[in-house]
């Protein structure tokens, strides 16, 4: 079975950091890049940042470009979402989804193949 699990998502003061977890199995790991996506409340789900689980090359929206990093250990079919500087306005629920390697750059969500549960993220004033 296809499974993507999300985690390490939790509640944070402004300015703290998180690091996320998406576990991957049951496909072909090194097809896809992999994307997080957030979704906040009352708002439409987002692509935020995705990895090239090949080359490594990675992507980030602008609004988290310099304060997000993504990263991929292949060994492990895992990719890590490591978050710093987090802002109220980064609340949500986070997801991500594998999508095929084209897609990385727009990470349209009619794209994505597999969807993980989402894990949410609070960050308080």
């Known amino acids: 079975d296809v499974q993507l699990q999300a985690s390490g998502g939790g509640l944070v003061q402004a300015g703290g950091s998180l690091r996320l977890s998406c576990a991957a199995s049951g496909f072909a790991f090194d097809e896809y890049a992999i994307g997080w996506f957030r979704q906040a409340p009352g708002k439409v789900r987002e692509g935020v940042t995705s990895?090239?689980?090949?080359?490594?090359?990675?992507y980030y929206t602008a609004s988290v470009k310099g304060r997000f990093t993504i990263s991929s250990d292949n060994a492990k079919n895992t990719v890590y979402l490591q978050m710093n500087s987090l802002k109220p306005e980064d609340t949500g629920v986070y997801y991500c989804?594998?999508?095929?390697?084209?897609?990385?750059?727009?990470?349209?969500?009619?794209?994505?193949?597999?969807w993980g549960k989402g894990t949410l993220v609070t960050v308080s004033s």
């Open positions: 990895i090239d689980t090949i080359d490594g090359t990675t």
């Open positions: 989804g594998a999508l095929r390697r084209r897609y990385r750059l727009v990470l349209p969500l009619n794209r994505v193949e597999y």
